[in-house]
């Protein structure tokens, strides 16, 4: 009878579990999917900027905030949208960024004019903002042994990579077949389909109402942020001087008012004492390097085959292959790698291969042959595909286990944040494709430039991420 009654056990338990494991395939399934969307709006226009352009008008500095625009929403109220997830639950929080995300898509593909464009992009980063730490701290939540987890975050890492060189290939054939407005107009259903599978595969009451929001502390930190790209945009365009100083002591004035905010805070959003922490520190300041000199360098290039090169919007597209492929395999890779060593190997392989990248856009000149561009792409996607994964894992597992939705926010904004940046200031040093040999010179400088800053992040490596990670042994 015991070995009778026994049997129907094990099989109902094998069942259970092989239930259990398709549902969390299809929740990360899903939440991959929320992130892909969230990183590939950063990237998708920037082939569309031409079109754009002839139709709305708006100058270089106009078509840069149809990019920052929504870089800098999304990065001033991620770590908002990581606290309202920790209170409210993670799932009820990406299902409302979904909805807004799609009806700011909506708008951008109404858009009259580019002011109008501006302004629905910015909405639709708030509405990414609260989709994306909820994505990540989703995944954390479903896979919660660290191996496991760290592969589970090396495939979310490596579809949300996907994302980089995905936006100018997809963009171009959109823009090329459909229309600028197209872009926007194919996240609709796509995120109307993940909401309802949210609500149907994630479950609820992970909230904690007992924390509280710092709403001025919220506050600060996006007029901050906002105020410190300002500059960096302006600085390059036509904006005088003398604006451009007081908008930068301003924000100088808001973060340090932020800084003294979160000190005296009985809920502060960001507890300063995390950044005690030296592992936490270090990852997300080299994850902040990897976006400031991905993102921007991906603006770049675009610009110089568009309008340098004169190549259309999905050849340009299609040429961003060699950073695709390894992109989109090193991530899971990654995941594996970090299962097993920890973060740190593959993060310094990924910041060596940025350097090396990096430093052959001193090879290329105004008619270079695409053989010459290569070496750049190659090293940029393979870089950046074993870095992702490791460097949000890495700093996941310094974060405070209580509180993923903050781990998340504080790595998304430093990421996003740089990322922004990164496409002020790098397409500032390049100034207009249209003057040649000034936008030459000024690629030149980003190659350097962005080779300094991999190789600084390889140093603030070794100084601060653990040699082994004892869990994942």
Same mark, same amino acid.
């Given at each position: 009878?015991?070995?009778?009654?026994?049997?129907?056990?094990?099989?109902?338990?094998?069942?259970?579990?092989?239930?259990?494991?398709?549902?969390?395939?299809?929740?990360?399934?899903?939440?991959?999917?929320?992130?892909?969307?969230?990183?590939?709006?950063?990237?998708?226009?920037?082939?569309?900027?031409?079109?754009?352009?002839?139709?709305?008008?708006?100058?270089?500095?106009?078509?840069?905030?149809?990019?920052?625009?929504?870089?800098?929403?999304?990065?001033?109220?991620?770590?908002? =949208?990581?606290?309202?997830?920790?209170?409210?639950?993670?799932?009820?929080? #990406? +299902?409302?960024?979904?909805? *807004?995300?799609?009806?700011?898509?909506?708008?951008?593909?109404?858009?009259?004019?580019?002011?109008?464009?501006?302004?629905?992009?910015?909405?639709?980063?708030?509405?990414?903002?609260?989709?994306?730490?909820?994505?990540?701290?989703?995944?954390?939540?479903?896979?919660?042994?660290?191996?496991?987890?760290?592969?589970?975050?090396?495939?979310?890492?490596?579809?949300?990579?996907?994302?980089?060189?995905?936006?100018?290939?997809? %963009?171009?054939?959109?823009?090329?077949?459909?229309?600028?407005?197209?872009?926007?107009?194919?996240?609709?259903?796509?995120?109307?389909?993940?909401?309802?599978?949210?609500?149907?595969?994630?479950?609820?009451?992970?909230?904690?109402?007992?924390?509280?929001?710092?709403?001025?502390?919220?506050?600060?930190?996006?007029?901050?942020?906002?105020?410190? +790209?300002?500059?960096?945009?302006?600085? %390059? =365009?036509? #904006?005088?001087?003398?604006?451009?100083?007081?908008?930068?002591?301003?924000? #100088?004035?808001?973060?340090?008012?932020? +800084?003294?905010?979160?000190?005296?805070?009985?809920?502060?959003?960001?507890?300063?004492?995390?950044?005690?922490?030296?592992?936490?520190?270090?990852?997300?300041?080299?994850?902040?390097?990897?976006?400031?000199?991905?993102? %921007?360098?991906?603006?770049?290039?675009?610009?110089?085959?568009?309008? #340098?090169?004169?190549?259309?919007?999905?050849?340009?597209?299609?040429?961003?292959?060699?950073?695709?492929?390894?992109?989109?395999?090193?991530?899971?890779?990654?995941?594996?790698? +970090?299962?097993?060593? =920890?973060?740190?190997?593959?993060?310094?392989?990924?910041?060596?291969?940025?350097?090396? %990248?990096?430093?052959?856009?001193?090879?290329?000149?105004?008619?270079?042959?695409?053989?010459?561009?290569?070496?750049?792409?190659?090293?940029?996607?393979?870089?950046?595909?074993?870095?992702?994964?490791?460097?949000?894992?890495?700093? *996941?597992?310094?974060?405070?286990?209580?509180?993923?939705?903050?781990?998340?926010?504080?790595?998304?904004?430093?990421?996003?944040?740089?990322?922004?940046?990164?496409?002020?200031?790098?397409?500032?040093?390049?100034?207009?494709?249209?003057?040649?040999?000034?936008?030459?010179?000024?690629?030149?400088?980003?190659?350097?430039?962005?080779? *300094?800053?991999?190789?600084?992040?390889?140093?603030?490596?070794?100084?601060?991420?653990?040699?082994?990670?004892?869990?994942?042994?």
């Amino acid at each position: 009878m015991k070995t009778t009654s026994s049997a129907p056990d094990q099989g109902h338990l094998s069942r259970s579990r092989a239930t259990e494991g398709v549902r969390r395939t299809m929740v990360l399934l899903v939440m991959c999917v929320g992130m892909f969307l969230v990183q590939l709006d950063v990237t998708v226009v920037n082939v569309a900027l031409p079109s754009i352009g002839h139709d709305l008008g708006g100058g270089l500095s106009g078509l840069q905030w149809v990019v920052d625009a929504y870089s800098v929403t999304l990065a001033a109220f991620l770590l908002a =949208g990581g606290a309202l997830g920790d209170r409210w639950g993670h799932r009820r929080v #990406v +299902v409302a960024g979904l909805g *807004l995300f799609g009806l700011a898509s909506m708008l951008c593909a109404l858009s009259p004019a580019a002011g109008a464009l501006i302004g629905a992009r910015a909405l639709q980063g708030v509405g990414a903002a609260l989709l994306l730490p909820g994505t990540l701290a989703v995944v954390q939540r479903t896979f919660p042994e660290r191996a496991e987890q760290a592969r589970a975050l090396g495939i979310w890492a490596g579809v949300s990579a996907l994302a980089l060189p995905a936006g100018p290939l997809l %963009g171009g054939f959109l823009v090329t077949a459909a229309g600028w407005r197209s872009v926007f107009w194919l996240n609709v259903p796509l995120v109307a389909v993940a909401a309802l599978v949210t609500l149907r595969l994630v479950p609820g009451g992970d909230g904690r109402p007992e924390h509280r929001m710092d709403l001025p502390g919220a506050a600060l930190a996006a007029a901050a942020l906002g105020g410190i +790209v300002y500059c960096a945009v302006a600085a %390059g =365009g036509d #904006v005088s001087t003398t604006a451009v100083v007081v908008a930068a002591t301003l924000s #100088v004035a808001l973060l340090a008012g932020f +800084v003294w905010r979160e000190r005296v805070a009985t809920a502060p959003m960001v507890p300063l004492e995390l950044f005690r922490r030296r592992a936490f520190s270090g990852a997300n300041a080299v994850a902040a390097a990897m976006n400031f000199t991905g993102i %921007g360098t991906v603006f770049v290039v675009t610009l110089y085959l568009q309008g #340098v090169q004169g190549h259309g919007a999905f050849q340009a597209g299609l040429m961003m292959l060699p950073l695709f492929v390894p992109l989109a395999a090193g991530a899971p890779l990654t995941g594996r790698l +970090v299962a097993r060593f =920890g973060p740190r190997p593959p993060m310094l392989a990924g910041l060596l291969l940025g350097v090396a %990248g990096a430093l052959c856009l001193l090879a290329v000149s105004p008619d270079s042959g695409y053989l010459a561009l290569v070496p750049v792409l190659v090293g940029l996607g393979a870089g950046m595909g074993l870095l992702t994964a490791a460097v949000v894992a890495a700093a *996941l597992r310094a974060g405070p286990d209580d509180r993923p939705g903050l781990s998340s926010g504080v790595n998304n904004t430093a990421r996003q944040a740089a990322g922004a940046l990164g496409i002020a200031v790098l397409g500032s040093l390049v100034g207009d494709p249209a003057a040649h040999g000034s936008f030459l010179t000024g690629l030149h400088r980003v190659g350097l430039l962005c080779a *300094l800053l991999w190789a600084a992040a390889a140093l603030l490596t070794v100084l601060t991420v653990p040699r082994q990670d004892a869990a994942a042994s």
